[in-house]
Every structure is written in C-alpha cells, then in structure tokens.
C-alpha cells in the first residue's frame, strides 16, 4: 500500500500555528489532524507523536524567527540600531489586536508549569540559541562582563514584552519603558529610520 504524500513544510507550518495559538497541552490530537490534513497513520509516521510533531514546530518557528532577526541586526547602520529595530518591531506586535506572544515563551512557561521537562528542555535550547545571536553580535571590543551584562538586559526586555503586552498598553508607554531600562541603546538614530515590512506575528 503506497503511503501518503504530504508538503511536509505545510503540515509543520499548520501544526505550529495550533500550538502558537492554543498551545501544546490544549491541542488535542483530533485538531492536530484536523488543521494538518493528515490521518493519524501518517502523522505518527512521519513525527513518531504529537511531542514530535511539535519539536519540529519549535524548531521551524526558531529557525524563521531567528533568520529574520540576524537579519534586521546585519542590514542596519550597527547593531545597537538593529537591537533597536528587532525591539522597535516587538512592541509594534505587542499592540496589534492579534497579538499572541512569542511560541517560544508561551511554551516555556506553559511546559514548566506543567512539569514536561523534556519538552521544555526543547523549547529552552531555542531560547538559549537566541541569547547566543545577540551576545555574538555584541562582541565588538567589548569584555566578556559587558557583553554578557548587555545580553542578559536586553533577552529580559524581550521576554518581559512578549508577556507584558497582554496587558494592553499602547506604543508609546511600552517603549518609554524599554528606552529606560536599554538606555545605552541609540534610539533616536533608530527611530529615524524606516520602519521594517516584516508582517506582525507572521511565520511562514
């Protein structure tokens, strides 16, 4: 008997939107077929299970999302204006009507939470490779301490907006606040510039 074939690509990009919006524990295995298309022989195939299925969405949600922000860090004028940008760009998201977070820290915290530590452990390598994007790309004749100062203060700006924009506050309270705490960062150079067309929330 032929098996099925399936865009594997298509099926994971599906899959990740289900988790992103309901997250993993919510999603039962009837929506997991229901948004991919697929039967349940073909799914535990080719992912082994829904804990498979959803190691694959977190690395090809990780995979864009990091692609996109080495991006916005290498075509701006110096990378403190790209932190800015990538900053700049999450609190524009925090503010849509849309808004859903980061999958990565809804998972973290829902996975923790929940005691599936391996799991968990996941989502945290993806995280750290994050922290490992902007502590490379501050290394320019600066100590290892201040490089790891930076990046530390800059991931919990990050992390704490994904979070803190549930609450609703507009643009400008959130970025008074991000000013003040990354205050070594050039906002007012950032702030002249265009602002990136990345479509808010969006993972292809």
Known sequence: MAKAKFDRTEVVHA??????????QAASMQDVFQ???????????AF????????????HYSKISFE??????????????????VLLRMIRESTESEFCSCFLVKSQL????????????V??????????????????GQSEEAVNA????????????RVYGYLGYGYDHLLQGVRESLSWLPW??????????YPAQSIQ
């Open 15 to 24: 899959a990740t939107q289900l988790f992103w919006q309901r997250g993993y």
């Open 35 to 45: 948004v991919t298309g697929l039967q349940p022989g073909s799914l535990y195939n």
């Open 48 to 59: 082994g299970s829904k804990a498979g299925l959803f190691e694959e969405t977190v690395r």
């Open 68 to 85: 996109r922000v080495s991006e916005e860090l290498t075509s701006a004028p110096s990378i403190d204006v790209g932190i800015c940008s």
């Open 110 to 121: 829902e996975l923790k939470s929940s005691g599936d530590e391996a799991l968990a452990s």
């Open 123 to 140: 989502v945290a390598e993806q995280l750290k490779k994050l922290e490992t994007i902007f502590s490379e790309a501050l290394q320019t």
């Open 150 to 161: 930076k990046t530390t203060s800059l991931l919990l700006n990050m992390f704490g907006l």
């Open 188 to 197: 007012d150079e950032a702030l002249t510039l265009p602002v990136n067309a």
